[in-house]
């Protein structure tokens, strides 16, 4: 039986705020998130797609306002849902969690502070029960609704940290949430390397893979700590059934993803033979695969989005794995990256 203290069931949603929202929004809609609604008392849009439901907090006061001036565009809170919320936030607390003050929250559920000091708020209003976006949130007259692209919900969500941090906080979501190890990566490219921990949540629904860096070349970490100020999510996962046509209608006028060496090419579908996606349609769209004799996955990664903040998208065919596989040329890809724009 798995330890579960909080009775944890998934990602409620995800906030943003941001210096320039009209820009978060043409992302938004690119992804093929619908704008719908809007916050009865506050400036906070909703968007949607499928299971994923992203805010967009254009608040001019308080505890978003305030976190968008430390870090520019940002994260700056996520709600996860529990069995009961006010239970939950008690609990956190006597296991080591600080709970955020009401007066000092942009949103009326109960929260606890966690990576950088963002919010992890608690809901308990979802499912059989309806959901806050029925009850705190009224429909907008000039909604704009886009066709899905078939992303279904938040399979991963990456923070990144300050050296010799990545331990305290890989304790902080064990000793609290009771999230497990499943992976731990040591990365090394031409001329930075990372620290990678990957963690899963008690009810299985996602994972939190945690960075730092590991040497002092201005690594991909380091640089996003110094744009962020700070640490935080480095990236959010979408998952898809079938990736390939999401990346089909995606609008790359909008989002740039990463580029891949041919060569990578060359070899992947001998090392990951039991692919049955086009090769050629994996090729015209940069997508990487990974995968062992029981299944496979594939994924591709977008540019900075949102200041160092970026996208990946996934799809899963019987693999539960983060691309291992592809760390090398994927953290290559970074590198290059990197090096055009002058950091490295």
Known sequence: MSNNPLGLRGIEFTEFASPNTDFMHDVFTAFGFSKLKRHADKDIT??????????????????????????????????????????????????????????DTDLPYPAIYGIGDSLIYLIDTFGDKGNIYERDFVALDDANIVPDLGFIEIDHLTNNVYKGTMDTWAKFYKEVFGFEEVRYFDIKGQKTALLSYALRSPDGSFCIPINEGKDDNNNQIDEYLNDYNGPGVQHIAFRSDDLLSSLDKLNRDVIDTLDIHDNYYEEVFDRVPNVTEDPARIKDHQVLVDGDEKGYLLQIFTKNLFGPIFIELIQRKENLGFGEGNFQALFESIERDQERRGVI
């Open 46 to 103: 909703y968007y949607n797609q499928n299971d994923i439901h992203f805010l967009l907090n254009n608040e001019r006061e308080g505890f978003s306002a305030a976190f968008t001036k430390s870090h520019g565009p940002a994260i700056c809170s996520m709600g996860w849902r529990v069995d009961d919320a006010e239970a939950a936030q008690a609990e956190a607390v006597k296991r080591g969690a600080r709970a955020a003050d009401p007066a």
